[in-house]
């Protein structure tokens, strides 16, 4: 019979579980367990709020996720990032870009990619 190992950790106090602390703490839990794995304090992992992610606006109005975008692009969000920075454009101005090179069937050269 195999055993799982359920950690509990304290924080102000109390002992809980880390999907009880997720709930908690409005952290996701995989967030919570990856701070912990790499050695953040108990503290600073469940008191520091999570990065917000990064959503450009599509035309139809809908929220998308910027590393979901980037990688249909075949390209990172940081070289999304440091393109349109270049260019003085929005993420979503440089996503409109992109769409257009590519409907003109022209894929953005390595020096339209390179920082």
């Known amino acids: 019979m195999k055993f799982q190992v359920i950690n509990r950790y ?4 109390s002992t809980k579980s880390l999907p009880e602390w997720s709930k908690e703490l409005g952290i996701h839990c995989q967030t919570l367990d990856d701070r912990l794995k790499r050695g953040w304090p108990v503290e600073k992992a469940f008191t520091t709020p999570p990065k917000p992610q990064m959503h450009i606006i599509a035309n139809n109005g809908d929220r998308v996720l910027l590393k979901t975008v980037t990688k249909c692009l075949g390209i990172s969000h ?8 270049r260019r003085n454009l929005t993420p979503e101005q440089e996503l409109i870009r992109r769409l257009l090179l590519l409907e003109e069937n022209k894929t953005p050269t390595t020096e339209e990619t390179a920082p």
Request: glycine share 8%; charged share 15%.
């Open 78 to 85: 940081q070289a999304f990032y440091r393109s349109a920075k």
């Open 10 to 13: 304290t924080f102000n106090g």
